[in-house]
């Protein structure tokens, strides 16, 4: 039985001002799979993963047309508001931005936000710290600032940051640029984990993070969503030459 | 929803309160010119700004000789002020090792927050008598009022003069000693005009806190009446005159000092703005 | 060459005098600081600041003035600092470059150029006669509060302006509104700053004097309310300076005024250095 998709993105055309950054995408997303979104620079793929939690709201001479639905629903509909899309959407950017708090507060301020009983706070934070493989290494110094992690560290932190509101989409824009291999490669086995809870649509750092983590894959090239398909066939055998020539490196 | 009217609620206070500086601006303008304009048009405007004679008592409102003095003493202070400003500034940004200017900028800053009280006592206890011994007339001058003005207006001058100077590119001072020019002539022909509107600003600025000044001017002045006819010449601004005789003014008197104060209001105005107008252009 | 030996001399000579300009100049002012301290400090017992003034500041010490001086402080700035905080974060978190900012910005502009005199006449027709409230702490210091607005204004932007722009995207990105974005994102890392904005501002406060006689009067009788009348530091050594009254009472007036503002002024710089150094 084929299951309903968690994101549907249809003609969705978006523009900053008089710029067009994305053109005419259709997009499914399924429940629970990794997808990646991959292509060369300003192809819109942070612009694209923005507008599925509508942060793109917050950027002056911003306009789309087309919808984004989530489980059914438009997006866009007033009566949703974007502050409840946001905690069922959640985001994690490319350079860690620790807030300048401690380690607890950084995790609780979602919940916090959202106006979670401070009793329950103590609980989800441990669970938040736990799914993002943080809370063995930060347990014993949860008050001392956020800002005195190391760059892995405090990536993982922002995911903790997301996961503490249990949304039910992640959205991560190449989380591990600027880390470590080691922490990469930590970070990349927690994604995998998170799947089973989380739908999670990523802008992989490069195609060998996104043939290792994702289960379907999108290449994103000028603005237009060129192919989809799951990553074992549209890394190996891919569809249109666009995509076959971005991913042999002809171009970048 | 309620959270949506929440945040709706707090924009619209938010705007309001953006709007108290305007609202106290329009408040002020119509409170002083409601009292001075009517008096203004009641003996006119030519008497009130050219007659010669304040004499409250007997109802002769005539303000050109704190016109005068005003002027006289703003042109002193800026005929002290703008040569030892620019001197200081350019000394700041070329001659002073950075160790040592960190230190100098915040003692500026520490000399533009003594109060006017202070420099007008000062004026009035040790320049005062210096100048009635060795220059003559009472002391209490519009020679002595410039010099303490002057003083009193540096730190504007001084910092914000250096601060354009600072901006400039340092390409500028390495093209001209490239050319051949000394270090003198690289700042007085090519540092200097290029940082002219920043200190034009500076000036203005300055003209615009010395027209202002009150207290220390009060204690040093004089407060003579008539028209001044020389620098040792104990005179009255504009301000000096509100606040020497506000104190036990009424009814056509006190309505002549705010008419006094609605003059000084609109040369404020005209000096600030176009200051800001100058700035602007130059942040842009 | 007789050129280049004249452009030495005027090389030399330029360098010289400006020297000079600039020794004298920062000699004669703290000359002035000097001669007030080395003729007041003596006069700065315990007695001063806890006695009085009795016979209209001949004898006795400076304690009313001390309290008035606070209490005018206190009310600008519990005035000022609502109206102006809000006004920048309205500014910079509201609304965008706009007729409305610019209209906003123009008239703080505006409202920092105006002499303390007009504040004084404008003090005295509003608040004094027209509110009815009379030569009180209550006039002088709201007539104060709008004399430190545009400081607060401005200070606190700055402040809101070095926030990191991630801050603000995290918050919102997390289900926050505009307001509790800016309340427990923006606000707190601002604080230092606005601190700051706030004691350069009790700096001014104490050394206001055109204004102050003319809205919170001249009395010398220990404040009981709000609505009674006030000397503070500032004005009580102008009085004694000008009519002559003591000499000695008003070096000693003039030396604390000097002290107390050197002291906040030097803290206020202290706190933004370390402000700044924290930033980056």
């Given at each position: 039985m084929y299951q309903e998709n968690k994101v549907v993105i249809h003609e969705f055309n978006f523009y900053y001002d008089s710029v067009q950054?994305?053109?005419d995408i259709e997009l499914n997303i399924r429940p629970n799979e990794i997808f990646a979104i991959f292509g060369p620079a300003r192809s819109g793929k942070t612009t694209l993963l923005k507008s599925l939690n509508r942060l793109?709201?917050?950027?002056?001479?911003a306009r789309h047309t087309g919808t984004i639905f989530l489980d059914g629903k438009?997006?866009?509909?007033?009566?949703?508001?974007h502050t409840q899309l946001r905690r069922r959407v959640g985001i994690v950017f490319d350079l860690p931005t620790p807030l300048p708090m401690s380690i607890f507060e950084n995790v609780a301020y979602g919940p916090k936000l959202s106006g979670k009983n401070r009793k329950y706070l103590n609980g989800i934070v441990e669970k938040a710290l736990r799914s993002a493989a943080l809370w063995e290494e930060v347990k014993d110094r949860l008050q001392t600032s956020a800002l005195r992690l190391s760059g892995g560290q405090q990536q993982r932190l922002c995911i903790a940051r997301v996961v503490a509101l249990e949304p039910e989409v992640l959205l991560l824009d190449?989380?591990?640029?600027?880390?470590d291999p080691i922490s990469t490669t930590s970070i990349e086995e927690t994604l995998v984990q998170l799947k089973k809870e989380y739908t999670i649509v990523l802008v992989p750092h490069n195609i060998q993070q996104a043939s290792r983590v994702a289960d379907r894959a999108g290449f994103f090239l000028n603005g237009e969503l060129i192919e989809e398909g799951p990553v074992y066939q549209i890394f190996?055998?891919?569809?249109?030459k666009q995509t076959e020539d971005y991913i042999t490196g002809r171009f970048g | 929803m309620k959270l949506e009217i929440k945040e709706k609620f707090i924009e619209k206070t938010l705007l309001l309160i953006a709007f108290s500086s305007i609202l106290i601006l329009a408040l002020i303008a119509s409170f002083i010119f409601g009292e001075g304009l009517p008096f203004i048009w009641k003996i006119g405007a030519i008497d009130f700004l050219f007659g010669e004679r304040w004499v409250p008592s007997h109802g002769e409102f005539g303000i050109l000789p704190m016109i005068v003095g005003s002027f006289l003493v703003t042109f002193g202070a800026l005929l002290l002020g703008i040569p030892l400003g620019l001197a200081c500034a350019v000394f700041l940004c070329e001659w002073t090792p950075p160790q040592a200017a960190m230190v100098l900028r915040p003692a500026i800053q520490l000399l533009a927050a003594i109060p006017s009280v202070i420099y007008g006592f000062w004026g009035l206890v040790v320049l005062v008598p210096l100048v009635r011994n060795y220059l003559g007339g009472p002391g209490l001058s519009i020679f002595s009022g410039s010099v303490i003005l002057g003083f009193m207006i540096l730190p504007t001058i001084i910092s914000i003069s250096e601060d354009s100077l600072r901006a400039l590119p340092p390409s500028y001072k390495a093209g001209g000693l490239a050319l051949g020019a000394t270090h003198w002539q690289t700042i007085w022909r090519v540092l200097v005009p290029a940082a002219k509107s920043g200190i034009v600003a500076s000036v203005i600025l300055g003209m615009g806190r010395a027209i202002g000044e009150t207290m220390a001017m009060i204690m040093i002045?004089?407060?003579?009446?008539k028209m001044p006819s020389s620098f040792l010449d104990s005179a009255r601004t504009l301000t000096t005159n509100i606040g020497i005789e506000m104190g036990y003014a009424s009814g056509d008197h006190r309505q002549a000092l705010f008419a006094t104060g609605v003059i000084l209001f609109f040369i404020i105005m005209i000096l600030n703005s176009s200051a800001i107008v100058l700035s602007r252009r130059r942040g842009s | 060459m007789r050129s280049n030996r004249l452009r030495f001399y005027t090389q030399s000579l330029a360098k010289i005098l400006i020297w000079i300009a600039a020794l004298s100049t920062i000699a004669v002012m703290i000359l002035i600081l000097f001669q007030i301290l080395a003729e007041g400090l003596p006069i700065l017992r315990l007695s001063f600041f806890l006695e009085s003034p009795k016979s209209m500041g001949r004898e006795g010490g400076i304690l009313t003035t001390i309290i008035g001086t606070i209490a005018l402080t206190v009310v600008a700035i519990i005035v000022a600092t609502p109206l102006g905080v809000g006004t920048a974060i309205f500014l910079r978190e509201y609304t965008r470059e706009s007729q409305v900012s610019r209209i906003i910005r123009f008239g703080t502009d505006c409202l920092a150029g105006v002499p303390s005199i007009i504040f004084g006449l404008f003090g005295f027709v509003f608040f004094v006669i027209f509110l009815n409230m009379g030569w009180s702490i209550l006039s002088g210091g709201l007539t104060l509060a709008a004399m430190i607005l545009p400081t607060i204004i401005c200070t606190t932007e700055e402040a809101i302006k070095t926030i990191p722009y991630s801050y603000r995207e995290v918050s919102y990105s997390l289900g926050g509104t505009k307001w509790q974005t800016v309340t427990r994102a923006i606000l707190p890392s601002a604080l230092p700053g606005i601190f700051t904005g706030i004691i350069l501002s009790v700096g001014r406060s104490i050394g206001e004097t055109a204004a102050i006689i003319l809205t919170a009067g001249s009395s010398l009788v220990m404040p009981n309310s709000l609505f009674s009348p006030i000397r503070t530091m500032a004005v009580h050594f102008y009085i004694l300076a000008r009519e002559g009254i003591s000499m000695e009472m008003a070096y000693g007036t003039g030396a604390a005024l000097i002290l107390l503002v050197l002291f906040i002024n030097t803290i206020a710089n202290w706190l933004l250095n370390r402000y700044i150094r924290h930033r980056s």
């Open positions: 950054a994305l053109k793109t709201d917050l950027i002056f001479g438009d997006i866009y509909d007033p009566k949703l508001g190449e989380p591990c640029s600027g880390l190996a055998k891919p569809r249109k | 002045l004089g407060n003579a009446v | -």
